[in-house]
Structures are given as structure tokens and as C-alpha cells.
């Protein structure tokens, strides 16, 4: 399954709100299309999928993508469910995002991918790096990709800058400090059903 590009509202109507997709928030309270307001009651199945498709549109993630995710978290020492948020928000694209240097995480994406942005010193133009402790991410040297990222930072997505990040605005230059605390995770998300969704599919 390709990375969505439609229409973003409508995704956020349907899973609640997704801070890395989109800034607005929906004005109903309800699920898009001809039967939304006359929700039946969901199967755990259903519940379980939810939460997934929420991981995979707030991150901008394809289906291979978090099941590679999943499998490298059942891998790792401590709780899976944790251990998975932690590989999603240390992608370069999130930490970008999360330094505020785009309004949304497909914003941050392209920044990325078009080379605005540097990691200590050099230019990565790959949107799912995992930042790692100690890495220095800056703006190019570049009139064209300062002005970008200084229209950006008018309109930051979210207000509060994580405790494992740092950030200067004079030299638009952030430091990764640490791994992100579960707390400072903005989707609100029961990872335990992510993980829960993809056993039974194993």
C-alpha cells in the first residue's frame, strides 16, 4: 500500500485528531461518508485497525514500512509497544518536525527529501534516518532553504519542544539529546493494540 496523498481532513474526521498530518482539526465530531453519524459498534478487529491506521498516517508511513518497524521492535530489549513509538519519533522527518521546522510531518518530509537539511555537517535527503543521541540537525547553508524553514516556524505544528531535543532559532540548528519519553509523544495512541493487531496477523 503506497504513502496516502488524498485529502487529509477526512482521515483526520475518521481516526481523531493526528498532529503530524495535518494542523486543522475537523469541525465534525464524526466519521466522513453516508453512514458516519449512525456508527454501529465496532469489533476488537476494528478497534486494533484504528489504531494502526493511526500510527500509519500520523507518521506518513507505508504498511511495509511499519511492519519492518514492528519487527525491529519485537527485537529490541522492553516493551514492544514503546519501543516501536521511539523508532517512528526518531526518524529524521518527526525530529524535524518536532523541532518545528515544518508545520506537519509530510512538510518535514519534504524539506528532507529535497536536501534543506543537514545532520552533523552533511546533507541527508533520506526521511526515515533514525536520529541517534548526539546528532546535530541544522538548516543548509543556503539563502533558499532558510527562508523555507523560517516561513515554517510561523506556523509550528505543535507548541512544545520535547524534552530530548534541543533547538537554537538564531542559527536554526537543533540537537538530539536522547531518545523521546513516552509523555512527549503527541498522538494519543494505545500502542499495546498496535502491537496486539500485528501478533494476530503473524
Known amino acids: 500500500m503506497s504513502r496516502y496523498r488524498g485529502p487529509r481532513l477526512r482521515i483526520v474526521r475518521r481516526l481523531g485528531e493526528l498532529?503530524?498530518?495535518?494542523?486543522?482539526?475537523?469541525?465534525?465530531?464524526?466519521?466522513?461518508?453516508?453512514?458516519g453519524q449512525g456508527r454501529r459498534k465496532r469489533s476488537e478487529y476494528a478497534i486494533r485497525l484504528e489504531e494502526k491506521q493511526k500510527l500509519r498516517f500520523n507518521y506518513g508511513v507505508t504498511e511495509k514500512q511499519l511492519v519492518r518497524y514492528v519487527k525491529k521492535a519485537r527485537k529490541a530489549t522492553g516493551s514492544t509497544g514503546q519501543k516501536l513509538l521511539e523508532l517512528l519519533e526518531m526518524r529524521l522527518d518527526n525530529t524535524v518536525f518536532r523541532l518545528g521546522m515544518a508545520g506537519t510531518i509530510p512538510g518535514a518530509r519534504q524539506l528532507v527529501s529535497h536536501g534543506h537539511v543537514t545532520v552533523n555537517g552533511g546533507i541527508v535527503d533520506i526521511p526515515s534516518y533514525q536520529c541517534r543521541p548526539g546528532d546535530v540537525?541544522?538548516?543548509?547553508?543556503?539563502?533558499?532553504?532558510?527562508?523555507?524553514?523560517?516561513?515554517?516556524?510561523?506556523?509550528?505544528?505543535?507548541?512544545n519542544l520535547p524534552s530530548h531535543l534541543e533547538f537554537d532559532k538564531n542559527t536554526l540548528t537543533g540537537k538530539v539529546n536522547g531518545v523521546i519519553e513516552r509523555e512527549w509523544i503527541a498522538l494519543q495512541i494505545n500502542e499495546l493494540l498496535v502491537v496486539e493487531y500485528y501478533?494476530?496477523?503473524a
Open 19 to 35: 498532529p503530524g498530518l495535518s494542523r486543522k482539526t475537523a469541525r465534525r465530531d464524526y466519521p466522513p461518508g453516508q453512514h
Open 137 to 159: 540537525i541544522a538548516v543548509r547553508n543556503q539563502d533558499r532553504s532558510r527562508r523555507l524553514v523560517e516561513a515554517n516556524m510561523e506556523y509550528p505544528g505543535l507548541a
Open 199 to 201: 501478533s494476530r496477523k
